[in-house]
């Protein structure tokens, strides 16, 4: 089945370093590709996503590839800041043949804190 | 902008008792979805509604658990005679059916069985 594996955090940097998140996944097809962002206290939000091989996502300052040939869809930022700290999700739809392009698979999100 | 509402927002209750969470979405979002999350994991997929008609259902569903949708407008996800590993967060999320995997996520409805 579908998967999707993160680098495991927690992840400390401070303000204004340049942040990567990596996250591959396993799918068979076609799938679209995503990162949620979950604030503290907040619900998950999408910041990006990319629907085919080589589109870039991008939003607040961050950006991500779709991989196809690495199966990767890294999170990139150039200089963080303290309100970027945050859990990081990456997700993936309708990766199986056939399959449902409504569901997400999800990584088991990171855990980034950005200190002044 | 009303968002996705849940409520309660935390539920403690005593093994082998019945509860149900609620989930208002997005008034014009059509599909809806129920997903599970643990300490340190991703959520996990359990049910889409499409309108009032519930889709799918995840094998992670046992039949302890139930959802409607009825009238296509808010949920209800009910557990019966719960059990310590039901405790978890659970997510209520919305969207319209054209924008795909982009997922407008309540705050969650934290259960912690005794």
């Known amino acids: 089945g579908d998967s999707v594996t993160q680098m495991e955090g927690p992840v400390t940097l401070s303000e204004e370093a340049f942040l990567t998140i990596n996250c591959t996944y396993t799918?068979?097809?076609?799938?679209?590709l995503f990162w949620y962002v979950q604030y503290p206290g907040e619900g998950l939000q999408l910041l990006l996503k990319?629907?085919?091989?080589?589109d870039k996502g991008s939003n607040k300052g961050f950006e991500a590839t779709y991989r196809k040939e690495t199966t990767s869809f890294h999170l990139e930022k150039g200089s963080v800041q303290v309100s970027d700290s945050a859990v990081y999700f990456c997700?993936?739809?309708?990766?199986?043949?056939?399959?449902?392009?409504?569901?997400?698979?999800f990584g088991k999100g990171t855990l980034l804190t950005v200190n002044p | 902008d009303t968002g996705v509402s849940q409520d309660p927002r935390h539920k403690i209750t005593k093994r082998g008792q019945n509860v149900t969470f609620r989930c208002d979405p997005i008034s014009e979002h059509n599909r809806l979805y129920w997903y599970r999350q643990t300490l340190g994991q991703g959520p996990e997929f359990l049910t889409y509604f499409q309108n009032e008609a519930q889709l799918e259902k995840s094998r992670l569903l046992s039949d302890r658990f139930s959802a409607e949708r009825p009238k296509g407008s808010f949920s209800t996800l009910e557990i019966q005679r719960t059990e310590q590993g039901d405790s978890a967060m659970y997510l209520c999320?919305?969207?319209?059916?054209?924008?795909?995997?982009?997922?407008?996520f309540g705050e969650g409805s934290r259960l912690t069985v005794l």
């Open positions: 997700a993936l739809s309708g990766g199986g043949s056939g399959g449902s392009n409504y569901k997400l698979t």
């Open positions: 799918a068979t097809g076609y799938p679209s």
């Open positions: 990319a629907t085919k091989a080589d």
């Open positions: 999320a919305s969207n319209p059916q054209s924008r795909t995997g982009e997922l407008f």
